[in-house]
C-alpha cells in the first residue's frame, strides 16, 4: 500500500496536475485586485485617504475602493496613513517578512514531497525544524533591532490631525460648526469628524447637478468654479477626447434620489466630505455633427457614485474626487 501511494505521488502525470493546480491557484491570487474602474469612474483626490477604501453607507451598501487615477503622492499618503501605526504595532513572528519565510519552507517540503522528495522521513523533518529554529533566531533579531531604532523626529502619532481654529479664517469656523448636524452626518457617527450639516448636504446636491450641466455643455469655465485643479484636468481630458472622436456627453435632467456621508475629516487646514450619492439622470452621447445619439438612450437610468468634496477657510466646496460605487 505505502509503495502504491509513493508511485502515485512521484509519478508524472500527479507531477504535472500538482503543478498546475499551484499554478493556478497563484494566478488566482494575483488576479484579485487588477480590475479597475470604468476610464472616468474614478479619479481625483481624498487627501491622505486617497488609497483607502470608502467605508459602505445607506445609499452605498458596499465599500469603495480607492481612487485609482489620482495625482496624489502615493508615498506621501501612505506614509501618512501608516507612521502611527509602525511606530506601535508589535510584529508578529508569523506575519510580513517571517510569514513569508516560514511560508515559503512548508510550502517547499509539502510540494517536494508531491514530486517525490522533501522532508525525506524523520531525518527530513529534523532538518526542517532545525531550518524553522535558524529562521526563528533571524526574525528575533530583527525584531529587537527594529525595536531599537529610534522614531523619526517629527513623525506623527496619529492618522490624522484636526488643525486649529485659527486656520479655518477668524469666525467662520466656529459659526459652522454651531449649526445642527444633519441626519446624513448622525448616521456616518464618528466617521464624520466635521459635523456636515443640512446646508453643506445642499450645496453637495448642487455641486452634483451643476457638474453635470456644465460637464454635457463643456462649459470649462463653469467646472473650473466648482472642482479643483485636478477634477477640472480629468474633465478636460475626457471632453477632448470626446471631441476628437466627434462626440458629446449630455448628462440631463439629474435628480438626487438619496446622499449619505461616509466619512468628513480634517486634515492639513482643510475640510474633507466623502458622501455617496444616488441619483437618477439621462445620459446619452450624441454624434456632435448630426446630433444622433450613438450611445446610450433618453431613459432615466439610476447611477450611485462616492464623491468627495474640500473646502479651505471657510470657502466653498469643490469636487475633489468622483468614484464609481
Do not use: C
Not at 533566531?137 to 513623525?155: C, T
Request: no cysteine; glycine share 12%.
Amino acid at each position: 500500500m505505502e509503495n502504491t501511494g509513493t508511485k502515485m505521488f512521484a509519478s508524472k502525470g500527479f507531477r504535472l496536475t500538482a503543478l498546475f493546480a499551484s499554478l493556478m491557484m497563484v494566478f488566482s491570487v494575483v488576479a484579485v485586485d487588477t480590475a479597475e474602474a470604468r476610464r472616468g469612474g474614478s479619479f481625483g483626490s481624498r487627501g491622505a485617504r486617497t488609497e483607502m477604501s470608502v467605508p459602505a453607507t445607506q445609499a452605498s451598501p458596499n465599500a469603495t475602493t480607492g481612487v485609482q487615477r489620482t495625482m496624489t503622492d502615493s508615498s506621501t499618503t501612505r506614509n501618512a496613513t501608516t507612521a502611527g501605526a509602525a511606530a506601535t504595532a508589535r510584529p508578529s513572528l508569523f506575519g510580513g517578512f517571517g510569514g513569508a519565510l516560514l511560508g515559503g519552507f512548508l510550502f517547499t517540503g509539502l510540494f517536494g514531497m508531491m514530486f517525490g522528495y522533501g522532508f525525506g522521513g524523520f531525518g527530513g523533518m529534523l532538518a526542517l525544524l532545525f531550518q524553522l529554529v535558524i529562521v526563528a533566531l533571524v526574525i528575533g533579531w530583527f525584531m529587537r533591532r527594529r525595536q531599537q531604532q529610534p522614531a523619526m523626529a517629527g513623525a506623527s502619532t496619529s492618522r490624522y490631525e484636526a488643525p486649529n481654529a485659527a486656520s479655518y479664517g477668524g469666525n467662520t469656523g466656529s459659526a459652522r460648526n454651531a449649526a445642527p448636524r444633519s441626519a446624513a452626518s448622525a448616521r456616518a457617527g464618528k466617521r464624520d469628524e466635521v459635523g456636515i450639516t443640512d446646508a453643506d448636504l445642499g450645496s453637495f446636491q448642487q455641486r452634483l447637478v451643476a457638474l453635470q450641466d456644465a460637464y454635457s455643455r463643456e462649459d470649462y469655465a463653469a467646472l473650473r468654479e466648482i472642482s479643483t485643479p485636478e477634477v477640472m484636468g480629468y474633465l478636460a481630458e475626457e471632453l477632448g477626447e470626446n471631441a476628437s472622436k466627434g462626440v458629446r456627453n449630455e448628462v440631463f435632467d439629474v435628480n438626487l434620489l438619496e446622499g449619505d456621508v461616509a466619512e468628513a475629516w480634517r486634515e492639513a487646514g482643510a475640510e474633507y466630505a466623502t458622501v455617496a450619492l444616488r441619483y437618477e439622470s439621462r445620459d446619452v452621447t450624441r454624434n456632435r455633427a448630426t446630433g444622433e445619439i450613438v450611445e446610450g438612450d433618453e431613459r432615466v437610468t439610476e447611477t450611485t457614485e462616492v464623491w468627495t468634496f474640500v473646502r479651505r477657510n471657510g470657502s466653498d466646496w469643490l469636487v475633489s474626487a468622483i468614484q464609481q460605487a
